[in-house]
Each structure stands twice: as C-alpha cells, then as structure tokens.
C-alpha cells in the first residue's frame, strides 16, 4: 500500500480562493451610457471597475511543499502505513509457517484431521486478504481525511489573512497544477501566505 499524500487540488482551492468583492453603482454611474472604451469596459464587470479590481496569486506547490503541517501528517501516514504492513505481514508470516508445519506432519494425520487443518488455513488465508483490503480503505480515509484539514485550514488563513491586510477582490492558485498561464510576479503573495501558515501552526504545536 503506497499513497501520494496532499498533492493539493488546485481546483478546489481555487473554488475556495475566488472572491469577488460586489460594489454598488452610484447614481452617476448608472446614468452614464457613453463614455471612454475603458469606461464602458468597467461598467460591464459585475461588482467592481477593472481599476479598483485587486489580484494575487498563491503558488500551492510552493505551499505543498514549505507548509509544516504537510510534512508533519506525511509522516504521520507514512507510519500509520508501516504499522498496518507490518501487522499484515506478521500475519502472512505466521500463517506461511503453519503450512509449512502442516506438509511436515500432513502425511501423519488422519483425512478428517487433513480437512479440518486445510480449511483453517484457507479461512486464515482469506482473513488475512480482507484485513489487507481493511487497511488500504483505512488509509484512503485517512489521507483524505487529513487532506480536507489542510485545504481548509489553507482556505481559511487566505481568507483572514485577506481580510487583515490586502482586500484582494480575487485570489487564485498558481503552480503546476492551475490553469494560470502568466502572472506578473508582484501579485505573488505565496511567500506571506507561507509565513503565516507556519507561524500559526507552530504556535500550535508549541502549547500541545
């Protein structure tokens, strides 16, 4: 059982990232029906002129990868995995020894002894493969559970972090996984949003 952890969708970041801040016309602006092409071209944004409209961009590869927590719970799946192979493989080991037992003294037992001895193997054979499908579904749970933690608590941190500071009418994801194809490295904010994440998390850690 082998998982890629917290490869972050950029696509549901991004539902959660887009925000657009709604402003109201004033009384002048809904009246003006002419007008420079950069005029009329602001009055067809819903909720905001292109001038007053703000952008960033947070690289979530950058994130994946300089996020502790990120770290932290990879190794937590990493060794939550190790443990369920080995319990499955202890499993199989005993069981391989018990057939190998049974071929030593097989011969000496009786047909209904043979039977018995057979049908406990297969039945201990099939535990085991049930036990290993157990644990694969326990790890898919997990790492999507783990997963859904650390893209809230990233949506959740953009958000406040937005409110304190910046007032950005749109924040989108960057990075192999996005579809942004240019964006003018000034509107990068990744760095910041980084910093805080970790910031707050370690103070975290520190009281636990």
């Known amino acids: 059982m082998k998982y890629n952890f917290l490869k972050v969708s950029a696509l549901a970041l991004v539902c959660g990232f887009v925000s ?11 009246a003006t029906t002419g007008g420079s092409p950069e005029a009329v071209a602001a009055r067809q944004v819903p909720g905001a002129a292109l001038s007053e409209l703000r952008i960033a961009t ?6 994946n990868n ?12 990493q060794q939550t995995e190790e443990r369920l192979m080995t319990d499955i493989q202890n499993q199989a080991n005993r069981l391989q020894k018990d057939y190998d037992n049974y071929l ?3 011969a000496t037992m009786t047909l209904s002894d043979q039977r ?9 054979q099939q535990e085991i493969a049930n036990l290993q499908q157990t644990y694969s579904n ?12 650390v893209t809230n608590r990233i949506l959740d941190y953009i958000k406040r972090y937005n409110e304190a500071n910046a007032q950005y009418s749109l924040i989108i994801t960057s990075g192999s996984m996005s579809g942004v194809l240019y964006a003018v490295p000034s509107m990068d904010i990744t760095s910041a949003v980084l910093k805080g994440l ?6 975290e850690q520190s009281k636990k």
Do not use: H, T, W
């Open 66 to 77: 300089g996020f502790q927590m990120v770290a932290d719970i990879q190794r937590e799946i």
């Open 104 to 106: 030593k003294v097989g």
């Open 198 to 203: 970790n910031d707050e998390y370690k103070a």
């Open 116 to 124: 018995k001895k057979e049908e406990e193997l297969s039945n201990r």
């Open 138 to 149: 326990q790890m898919v749970s997990l790492q999507a559970q783990r997963m859904e933690e």
């Open 20 to 30: 657009v801040a709604c402003q109201s016309k004033s009384p002048e602006q809904g």
């Open 58 to 63: 947070v690289n979530m590869d950058s994130i």
